[in-house]
Nanobody
């Protein structure tokens, strides 16, 4: 059964923007609020890497490659987390995955493709 579901990927020209969304439909609001949420990505032929994270205490982290361009946020009342991606570059092309760490374990979405044209 789906624990996390991403949306918002697509094809965008360099310099463009996309907003990814991830919903945790099976979570209660309290469970979602207590969890750490993150976005990872896997470029073609490369390892999966952490892009941004937001802890239950609202601490945020960004990979150096996306600092100043990407922003992670969450709406606990809707059990959603978002990744706003601005000034996209071809090297941002990847499958983006939503990740959740909570007391019952670690969960992954199925991924959404982001392709940035030249």
């Amino acid at each position: 059964q789906v624990q996390l579901q991403e949306s918002g990927g697509g094809l965008v020209p360099a310099g463009g923007s996309l907003r990814l969304s991830c919903v945790a439909p099976r979570n209660s609001c309290s469970v979602f609020s207590a969890s750490d949420m993150a976005w990872y990505r896997q470029p073609p032929g490369k390892e999966r890497e952490l892009v941004a994270s937001s802890t239950s205490g609202r601490a945020v982290y960004y990979a150096d490659s996306v600092k100043g361009r990407f922003s992670i946020s969450r709406d606990n009342s809707k059990k959603k987390t978002f990744l706003q991606m601005n000034d996209l570059k071809p090297e941002d092309t990847a499958v983006y995955y939503c990740n959740q760490v909570r007391d019952s374990g670690t969960y992954w979405g199925q991924g959404t493709q982001v392709t940035v044209g030249q």
